[in-house]
């Protein structure tokens, strides 16, 4: 069994339990297997558990989150609540993945920044497009704008920092590399990731029953088109 998380308030109705400050998928399934599990069977006053990299947000109703004992506050309450959910990732159940697959243009006004990050990798465009298409991504989390999904990791031949100064606008259906983490940007918002190319395929649609294409957990394969 890991070591025991760290647990701190996030606001007055809200906790952070942290399971270490890195990216790596060991972390993340054990983020992704506890927020499954409060969200399986929340406990009363729970409201949401929302998975990140290596940490799970813990949002829930003070005023109806049960007291243990005189003078015990609801922060005390559901950091005990949560430590006695933390599952195992080596004995417990498997995180939920599955494999989807996103085409991409990577041609002209598509490609914003692709002849950039070619030249700060030392590749050609065709060998960036290459190594790009030829790993399988995990899907992290879900953030920053609605179905918006943190991927990695990006080989570290063609990774590439932010821009210093962001778009105003960067179209939707982008797709972007910062660091080593890749992601589609759901809909036209400003942004600082480097632009390599663009899909058709709709990321985030707010009135269907699942409006997130990606969950977490996904593999994700992009395909030139």
């Known amino acids: ?16 339990i942290d399971f270490g400050n890195e990216i790596s998928i060991e972390l993340n399934d054990q983020a992704l297997l506890l927020a499954a599990e409060l969200n399986s069977r929340p406990f009363p006053g729970l409201i949401e558990a929302v998975p990140a990299y290596s940490s799970v947000g813990v949002f829930y109703d003070a005023w109806t989150v ?30 939920a993945t599955r494999h989807v697959e996103i085409p991409v243009d990577f041609s002209g006004e598509a490609a914003l920044d692709i002849e950039s990050l070619a030249s700060h990798s030392g590749c050609s465009r065709e060998e960036v497009i290459r190594i790009f298409t030829s790993e399988i991504y995990r899907v992290y989390m879900i953030g920053f704008l609605p179905g918006f999904a ?31 983490q ?18 058709p395929l709709e990321i985030f649609t707010p009135n269907a029953e699942s409006p997130c294409l990606l969950r977490p957990g996904d593999e994700v394969r992009f395909i030139s088109i």
């Open 66 to 95: 049960p007291r243990f004992a005189p003078g015990v506050s609801a922060f005390e309450t559901v950091c005990d609540l949560v430590l006695s959910r933390v599952l195992d990732p080596t004995t417990g159940p498997a995180v």
């Open 182 to 199: 890749t992601g589609v940007y759901p809909l036209e918002s400003p942004g600082g990731w480097q632009i390599i190319g663009r899909t």
């Open 150 to 180: 943190y991927m990695g990791d990006v080989d570290e031949r063609i990774a590439a920092p932010r821009h210093g100064s962001p778009r105003l606008k960067v179209p939707k259906g982008s797709v972007g590399i910062a660091g080593r």
């Open 1 to 16: 069994m890991p070591g025991t998380p760290k647990i701190f308030p996030l606001g007055d109705n809200a906790l952070t």
